[in-house]
Nanobody, 118 residues
């Protein structure tokens, strides 16, 4: 299983970025795809998740109303649209997957840096 995250970059506060996570190596219909982030000196935190089948979503309170997670079944790709970015959103963003009903994420992508300047 491979998860390839991309789309990070440098953006000014108030701007937008879209992250992508291309998945390969298995069928993900019974999986949940998630995005996490880790800022320097801080623990990794949950950002958002989406069930591959059905598309139900979940968000951290800190990003609700600003970030949107989606998936493209045909492309086996998950997206994280990030709007109204704030300097505190600066972090390395990781995509990950877990089986539905299992709490732990078992596959992780390599991370992509998002930097929001004030």
């Amino acid at each position: 299983v491979q998860l390839q995250a991309s789309g990070g970059g440098l953006v000014q506060a108030g701007g937008s970025l879209r992250l992508s996570c291309a998945a390969s190596g298995r069928t993900f219909s019974s999986y949940v795809m998630g995005w996490f982030r880790q800022a320097p000196g801080k623990e990794r935190e949950f950002v958002a998740s989406i069930k591959w089948s059905g598309g139900s979503t979940n968000y951290a309170d800190s990003v609700k109303g600003r970030f949107t997670i989606s998936r493209d079944n045909a492309k086996n790709t998950t997206y994280l649209q990030m709007n109204s970015l704030k300097p505190e959103d600066t972090a390395v963003y990781y995509c990950a997957s877990r089986r539905v009903g299992i709490f732990e994420y078992d596959y992780w992508g390599q991370g992509t840096q998002v930097t929001v300047s004030s």
